[in-house]
């Protein structure tokens, strides 16, 4: 009787346990520019909009020749926001437009890391407008996969132009190539592609990556950008979530009728021995 009890408690946790809520984090990180009389100031804002606690966030960003590294802040609560203020000097050669790339690292409860990427722009003394424009292809990579991240670029203008080429991804992902030179002619377009590689992406998630273009041209800094997205899938077992519950219900059910069917034997067992 107790094992039957047993089961029958089993069978209710499988079928009535309510569903479980994902919790999440997401980073909504900022940036602002200003010039204090004695040199450029950046700052760098970040807020939690997910529905759990982030731990150990910091930021790195680069802009021009510099490379900055924030202090760790040990947690950011939900719809809490944090920033830090960094100095920038000697970071530019020639006037143009310069890249600011941002990476917001963090970690969950269970200290898994994550980071995400974030882009903007400076413009050193003069702005610049690209004739260069970037636009990426949305990629899905299985989670012990990997793919082809493919990029078209167009060149509205009238001259050809080296560009040098940098995809950034988060660190959940892994891109095998390093700096790439691409010469694009005069109103053409070319396509390239760069291999891309699941580090430690959780599955059913996504990514932004971007591909960063930049080029001198007139004694200016000429940079642009596309960027697109990366499905992490799950792996190709062929098992669904639901599949793996009914099988994992299924094996409860028979286990339960097993023990039940042999506690039964021997409780019969027992009673003719007794007679």
Excluded: C
Excluded at 15 to 26: D, K, V
Excluded at 32 to 54: Q, S
Excluded at 250 to 266: K, Q
Aim: glycine share 8%.
């Amino acid at each position: 009787m107790r094992i039957s009890i047993a089961f029958i408690i089993v069978l209710i946790a499988v079928f009535f346990a309510p569903t479980a809520h994902a919790t999440y984090i997401s980073m909504e990180t900022g940036f602002e520019f200003r010039d204090d009389g004695h040199g450029l100031i950046l700052r760098l804002t970040t807020r939690n909009k997910g529905d759990e606690p982030a731990y150990a966030v910091q930021f790195e960003a680069s802009l021009g020749k510099v490379s900055i590294t924030g202090k760790t802040i040990p947690r950011l609560s939900v719809n809490e926001k944090a920033g830090e203020e960094f100095e920038i000097k000697d970071a530019f050669m020639i006037p143009g437009h310069y890249p600011l790339i941002i990476k917001t690292h963090y970690q969950d409860a269970n200290s898994y890391r994550f980071s995400s990427l974030t882009l903007g722009y400076y413009d050193h003394k003069t702005p610049v407008i690209s004739n260069i424009s970037v636009r990426g292809e949305e990629l899905d990579v299985s989670a012990n996969g990997g793919g082809k991240l493919k990029f078209i670029l167009r060149n509205s203008g009238d001259q050809a132009h080296m560009l040098t080429l940098d995809l950034h991804v988060p660190n959940e992902l892994a891109s095998i190539e390093g700096t790439r030179t691409l010469r694009i002619g005069p109103k053409s377009e070319e396509t390239i592609a760069f291999t891309v590689k699941n580090f430690s992406a959780l599955e059913n998630s996504s990514y932004a990556v971007f591909l960063l273009a930049q080029y001198q041209h007139d004694e200016k800094h000429n940079s642009t950008s596309g960027s697109t997205i990366v499905h992490i899938s799950p792996m190709s077992s062929g098992l669904t979530p639901s599949l793996w519950l009914l099988i994992t219900s299924g094996a409860v059910i028979v286990l339960g009728l097993a023990i039940f069917l042999i506690r039964r034997r021997g409780t019969a067992k027992q009673l003719q021995t007794q007679l």
